[in-house]
């Protein structure tokens, strides 16, 4: 049994499934990658410009940028790790999450405890149309949120959930 249908109880439907896209994932860190690359071209011309004559200075700066590259690989490889990993099912009742790489993480978020839904887009996820969601539930204040990350055509599931939501409420 696929994930969300091991966790439905009784006559619970799913409405509808969730994850990040593979596409969205990868056209977006492409993009931070061409755009830090970039500074790194910038960073390299001027390390290489006289500017620095000093050899202990030369060495320190390239440590520097293999550092950074370095930093940006891992970062970007874990990005699209959580994002592989990650699913979100609506059902008539519940909003379901799963997400983790080495350890697994379930939230399931009863709809009639939905008080608010936040849309969050930068850039970079405006442009391949994707964004996190923040569902707040009525918990105590600030332990009663629950982000989706890199949904697709985010407003879209904000939508659907208000609608679900005030439903069940």
């Given at each position: 049994?696929?994930?969300p ?28 990658f ?5 500074v ?12 620095l004559?000093?050899?202990l200075?030369?060495g ?16 970007s490889?874990?990005h699209?790790l ?32 939905i008080?608010g ?7 970079l ?7 996190s ?24 599931l ?8 005030q439903?069940?409420?």
């Amino acid at each position: 049994m696929a994930f969300p249908d091991e966790l439905l109880v009784g006559d619970e439907q799913v409405v509808e499934r969730y994850g990040p896209r593979f596409v969205d994932i990868v056209v977006t860190e492409l993009l931070r990658f061409v755009g830090y690359f970039s500074v790194v071209c910038v960073f390299w011309a001027v390390v290489n410009s006289r500017w620095l004559d000093d050899p202990l200075m030369t060495g320190i700066a390239v440590i520097l940028l293999l550092v950074a590259g370095l930093a940006l690989v891992v970062s970007s490889v874990a990005h699209v790790l959580r994002g592989l990993t990650t699913r979100y099912a609506l059902t008539d009742q519940r909003l379901l999450l799963r997400e983790g790489v080495l350890s697994r993480h379930d939230r399931t978020v009863p709809l009639n405890m939905i008080r608010g839904i936040d849309v969050h887009q930068d850039l970079l996820d405006r442009i391949v149309g994707r964004g996190s969601l923040r569902v707040n539930t009525a918990v105590l204040q600030g332990q009663g949120v629950t982000v989706l990350r890199d949904v697709h055509r985010p407003r879209d599931l904000q939508r659907r959930l208000r609608e679900l939501a005030q439903g069940a409420a």
